[in-house]
């Protein structure tokens, strides 16, 4: 069965960053208004921010031609809004869990692991820790193989903390609740649209993104060609398409893999 709707991320995958701010670059700005023209929708999936992802969307529909905007903004990795007369309104059944969920795996890392926390952050001094209620984030620029080892480290002090997960997408390292993340994020919008996994094609680049192209939300999967190793592995396994191009390109390819009647010329 053909999807009938897209579920995107941005960064990696749809946005580009050239002639600033950022912006959904112009050749997928094209093949989304020529897919909404055919009645296919869309979803953005990002940790952004719901105001960041607004404000990129924005800026995309004034100066790049964007007609067809999300049906939803999935954002911050666990909050969803649906699109209702032009505006995003809160899915509240889901959003109010998920935002109990969140505070409480914040409630026991503050309460039982705040002092190795500490010792970790002065031993690897990252560029940022974010202690919010929803999450726990930071900013692990540099060396590759450090990052990897911090990260082993904080997996070894979650495993005394119920219910939490950790994801990584890039230099970013995130502590959230095991039932939230991207892949639950549009499960949750598929059974409140009541839409089949046969209808969405999810893509996406990086490590947050896994849980939403290992198969299990939807078959239909793909990433660009520079994606996360484990990204590319997950969507290979689950049959999905891994692209040659990088980037907004890959995307545009994977988007004619699925659609070539629709854009077949775009």
């Given at each position: 069965m053909n999807p009938?709707?897209?579920?995107?991320?941005?960064?990696?995958?749809?946005?580009?960053?050239?002639?600033?701010?950022?912006?959904?670059?112009?050749?997928?700005?094209?093949?989304?208004?020529?897919?909404?023209?055919a009645g296919i929708e869309w979803m953005a999936n990002s940790g952004r921010t719901l105001e960041g992802q607004y404000?990129?969307?924005?800026?995309?529909?004034?100066?790049y031609g964007l007609r067809h905007w999300p049906s939803a903004i999935l954002h911050s990795e666990c909050f969803i809004h649906r699109r209702d007369n032009g505006r995003y309104i809160s899915l509240d059944a889901w959003n109010t869990k998920a935002q109990a969920d969140m505070l409480?795996?914040?409630q026991v890392l503050n309460a039982q692991c705040k002092e190795t926390m500490n010792?970790?952050?002065?031993?690897?001094?990252?560029?940022?820790?974010?202690?919010?209620?929803?999450?726990?984030?930071?900013?692990?620029?540099?060396?590759?193989m450090r990052r990897q080892s911090f990260i082993a480290d904080l997996q070894g002090l979650l495993a005394c903390v119920p219910n939490a997960q950790l994801i990584q997408n890039g230099e970013w390292i995130s502590i959230i609740h095991a039932n939230v993340g991207k892949g639950h994020l549009?499960?949750?919008?598929?059974?409140?649209?009541?839409?089949s996994p046969d209808?969405?094609?999810?893509?996406?680049?990086?490590?947050?993104?896994?849980?939403?192209?290992?198969?299990?939300?939807?078959p239909h999967v793909a990433c660009p060609g520079n994606a996360y190793g484990p990204t590319q592995d997950a969507v290979?396994?689950?049959?999905?398409?891994?692209?040659?191009?990088?980037?907004?390109?890959?995307?545009?390819?994977?988007f004619l893999h699925y659609f070539p009647e629709l854009l077949g010329s775009t």
């Amino acid at each position: 069965m053909n999807p009938t709707m897209l579920c995107l991320d941005f960064d990696g995958t749809i946005l580009r960053y050239e002639d600033p701010p950022e912006h959904i670059h112009p050749d997928i700005v094209a093949a989304l208004n020529t897919l909404g023209d055919a009645g296919i929708e869309w979803m953005a999936n990002s940790g952004r921010t719901l105001e960041g992802q607004y404000e990129i969307l924005q800026h995309t529909a004034r100066t790049y031609g964007l007609r067809h905007w999300p049906s939803a903004i999935l954002h911050s990795e666990c909050f969803i809004h649906r699109r209702d007369n032009g505006r995003y309104i809160s899915l509240d059944a889901w959003n109010t869990k998920a935002q109990a969920d969140m505070l409480s795996v914040q409630q026991v890392l503050n309460a039982q692991c705040k002092e190795t926390m500490n010792r970790l952050i002065r031993t690897y001094a990252p560029m940022e820790a974010q202690f919010l209620d929803v999450a726990t984030v930071f900013h692990m620029a540099g060396d590759e193989m450090r990052r990897q080892s911090f990260i082993a480290d904080l997996q070894g002090l979650l495993a005394c903390v119920p219910n939490a997960q950790l994801i990584q997408n890039g230099e970013w390292i995130s502590i959230i609740h095991a039932n939230v993340g991207k892949g639950h994020l549009l499960r949750a919008y598929m059974d409140h649209r009541k839409i089949s996994p046969d209808h969405v094609l999810a893509v996406g680049d990086h490590g947050n993104d896994i849980s939403m192209l290992d198969g299990k939300v939807t078959p239909h999967v793909a990433c660009p060609g520079n994606a996360y190793g484990p990204t590319q592995d997950a969507v290979r396994r689950a049959g999905g398409y891994v692209a040659k191009a990088h980037g907004p390109a890959g995307s545009l390819e994977a988007f004619l893999h699925y659609f070539p009647e629709l854009l077949g010329s775009t």
